[in-house]
């Protein structure tokens, strides 16, 4: 079984340290590669190699840049394929899906190649013969902490426009999915500089030798609410530019005028779509009046999924027992709390549970819980698995009021056929990214990505044109060459 190597200027550099972790298949729940847990020191040698490089790459044209960023585009989309087989083997997501998650990072890379556009300056006369002008300035070394649940594009949520913008980068991938992000670093490297981008993998004392270093200028994260705190609490403390998004807990409202099939459809694909483990992913689902033929086409729907990664109708395994575990006690705790669960995806009776049992994967089918408590810790809490939670509301008044008050802010969507309820939701919903008839209400470029409330830790977003804020600084410039006719105070 090979152990994975680091990757700094462009060579695979073996940990310092001899201790290591299994990488597991979600399917089988053997071992397929050990990742190494590297040391303080492997990750002064990655950003030592990052801010050796981050001159000559800020000192590129902006056009320059874009070039290569164009190039690595083409060639990573050339390995499309490879890069889809190593998700599935080691994430456990669908085909299909682990094709969006190549082809959603591939997009934001596309949208950073334009940066000669997007991040141009600004200039004009703000007075006789004096000329004020505005460009951007790299901020340095970018260190970017990733998570699991995507391989590909959250990694590239951070990694396009801070190159764009002429910064280096260290990434550390998950540690329980390292292979996608390891063989990119590999293709990458025919195309980048050496120091431009590096990886180092490990686990949290990577995470934290990353902040602390004196020399990352910015940190960015990805992952739960408490651990994205404490990591915007630790990169502020060190004066640095951190981002940090967290957990989710979204919200579906079902109004009585909504369609029912395409409804029923978007709502399964949201909760169990990716296995629900995506921040994005439906949580809630908030049915105003009485629906009980909806309610009973979701229970439908989401019992025809069958486990497997091919075909409509397949749903991946989760990453690992852990997860297992901890949806399994959601469920139980909601039905002992006096929910009534109408579809439970651990029933031994299930498809999912037997191919655990035959395969020693991490196979959680689909579950379903009518609440009849508005306090039910299942209707607060992130579970990050396929468990849908419904509850009804007597009236839109109320379904707000409960999306209002969650802690978190991520994600919201109504379900109407009502031009005039669609406007009422999308101005009043707390959260930052808003569907309507749209259940993974995802912001394409140049629209960004983030939340707000516990589902966000700084003040920018992750993607598109608030990215470009983020990991650049402006310069505003001012200059005056002769003495103008019209003397002013600047004169």
């Not at 594009?153 to 292979?179: D, I, R």
């Not at 992913?281 to 497997?308: F, K, T």
């Not at 629209?447 to 402006?474: L, M, N, P, Q, V």
């Amino acid at each position: 079984m090979s152990t994975l190597c680091n990757f700094v200027d462009n060579q695979a550099v073996p940990a310092s340290t001899n201790d290591t972790l299994d990488v597991t298949s979600p399917h089988t729940g053997q071992a397929i590669a050990q990742v190494p847990l590297s040391s303080s020191d492997d990750v002064d040698t990655a950003v030592a190699a990052a801010a050796k490089a981050w001159p000559a790459w800020a000192a590129l044209t902006v056009n320059a840049r874009s070039a290569k960023l164009m190039a690595l585009h083409g060639l990573l989309a050339e390995h499309t394929g490879e890069l889809v087989d190593l998700i599935v083997s080691e994430h456990g997501k669908t085909r299909a899906e682990a094709l969006g998650d190549v082809g959603k990072g591939l997009e934001t890379l596309a949208y950073a190649a334009g940066a000669g556009a997007l991040g141009a300056g600004q200039a004009t006369y703000v007075s006789g013969g004096v000329l004020c002008r505005m460009d951007r300035a790299a901020l340095g070394v970018v260190a970017s902490i990733v998570p699991f649940n995507f391989p590909f594009m959250v990694p590239f949520w951070t990694l396009p426009l801070a190159l764009a913008m002429g910064n280096t980068c260290v990434v550390k991938p998950s540690e329980k999915v390292p292979l996608t992000m390891a063989r990119v670093a590999e293709l990458a490297a025919r195309l980048l500089p050496p120091g431009v981008l590096n990886l180092v993998h490990g686990g949290g004392a990577v995470a934290q030798a990353l902040i602390d270093h004196p020399n990352v200028a910015a940190v960015t994260f990805v992952g739960s609410s408490p651990v994205a705190e404490a990591v915007h609490a630790r990169a502020t403390a060190r004066g640095k530019r951190v981002l940090a998004l967290g957990g989710a807990k979204n919200h579906l409202v079902a109004l009585p005028d909504c369609d029912l099939e395409m409804t029923a459809r978007d709502i399964v694909a949201s909760f169990a779509g990716c296995a629900g483990q995506r921040c994005m992913a439906a949580s809630v689902l908030l049915v105003v009046g009485e629906q009980p033929a909806l309610i009973a086409r979701v229970v439908e729907l989401a019992r025809a999924l069958v486990p497997g990664s091919d075909g409509p109708l397949a749903m991946g395994p989760v990453i690992d027992a852990a997860a297992v575990t901890r949806i399994e006690a959601a469920v139980r705790g909601a039905a002992e709390s006096g929910a009534e669960v109408l579809l439970d995806g651990h029933a031994p009776t299930t498809a999912f549970a037997a191919r655990q049992a035959e395969s020693g994967g991490f196979w959680v089918g689909p579950s379903v819980i009518l609440h009849r408590s508005p306090k039910d810790s299942a209707l607060h809490e992130e579970i990050f698995g396929p468990v849908l939670s419904v509850l009804h509301c007597a009236d839109a008044q109320e379904a707000l009021a409960i999306e209002n008050a969650s802690a978190f802010g991520n994600a919201a969507c109504v379900y109407t056929a009502s031009g005039a309820a669609a406007e009422f939701f999308a101005q009043r919903f707390a959260a930052a990214m808003i569907g309507v008839n749209v259940g993974v209400p995802v912001p394409r470029e140049p629209f960004s990505f983030g939340g707000c409330k516990r589902s966000r830790f700084g003040s920018s977003d992750i993607t598109g044109d608030a990215a470009i804020e983020f990991f650049s600084t402006r310069r505003k410039i001012t200059t005056k060459w002769s003495v103008p006719a019209d003397q002013t105070w600047m004169s």
